[in-house]
């Protein structure tokens, strides 16, 4: 019997905080170990037919990778909104799992990476359903997905943080733990709220820091970026070598 790939399911703290550079990321350190790696959009907002998305950043800063967009929606904002803007009927969440768990049961993938739009409770359907719906429909199907949030660095991170942490708890999903996705880099420094954020992160969300993404690596060339990537999240790449080590 053919083993399941591992699931991981990218949100944030709100948006522009960074998934879609976390997910390029994660891409690359997945790959560093001779992972096979997919990566799934199920809700694309903001753009129109032809234009470069969150995918196309992906695969320009971590190389080529299978990439899934499913739903198109050319104006920015949250899908359900964006869907009834636009006129259209998009499908419900439980399509996007499925089609999530195909890929993740066909055999010749080590990991699935899903990146919502914005933050984990943000509509992906009309009736309401979110990436925490993915999740859990992920997880009755015994997929065993795991969530990483990503989070901004600085004043207000620890309530947007914790909050998330705590919805994941209530839907029994479980999280991988949190990333930062912008920290300042020379000449800019980091502020005393950031510096103590960094600390204080696992305590408030009871979910390990598994790393910090430095301000600017989405503009970096590729090779620089798969090149650093590994070492920007030492929590989610250690988890990786300790779970396959078991398996």
């Known amino acids: 019997m053919t083993s399941s790939a591992r699931l991981l399911l990218v949100t944030g703290t709100g948006t522009g905080v960074g998934k879609t550079v976390t997910v390029a990321a994660a891409v690359a350190a997945a790959r560093a170990l ?14 129109r037919p032809g234009e470069p998305g969150d ?62 739009a914005g933050g984990l409770l943000v509509r992906l359907d009309s009736a309401g359903g979110d990436l925490g719906d993915l999740g859990r429909l992920l997880a009755a199907a015994a997929l065993e997905p795991s969530f990483v949030v990503v989070a901004t660095a600085g004043l207000g991170t620890l309530n947007h943080s914790a909050l998330t942490a705590e919805a994941l708890r209530h839907r029994g999903l479980a999280c991988a733990g949190f990333v930062v996705g912008s920290w300042p880099q020379p000449p800019d420094a980091p502020d005393l709220a950031m510096r103590c954020n960094l600390e204080d992160l696992p305590a408030v969300t009871d979910a390990p820091l598994l790393g910090v993404l430095p301000a600017g690596a989405g503009s970096l060339p590729s090779a620089d970026f798969t090149a650093a990537a590994p070492g920007w999240l030492p929590g989610l790449t250690a988890a990786w070598v300790k779970h396959d080590a078991r398996s």
Do not use: C, F, N, W
């Open 55 to 116: 995918l196309a950043d992906v695969v320009r800063l971590a190389g080529a990778v299978e990439t899934h967009e499913l739903v198109r929606l050319p104006d920015p904002l949250a899908p359900d909104t964006a869907a009834r803007v636009s006129g259209v009927q998009i499908p419900p969440v439980a399509e996007h799992a499925a089609y999530v768990a195909e890929l993740a049961r066909r055999g010749d993938l080590d990991l699935v990476i899903a990146e919502g």
């Open 34 to 47: 001779g992972q096979r790696v997919a990566v799934v959009k199920p809700v694309q907002t903001g753009l």
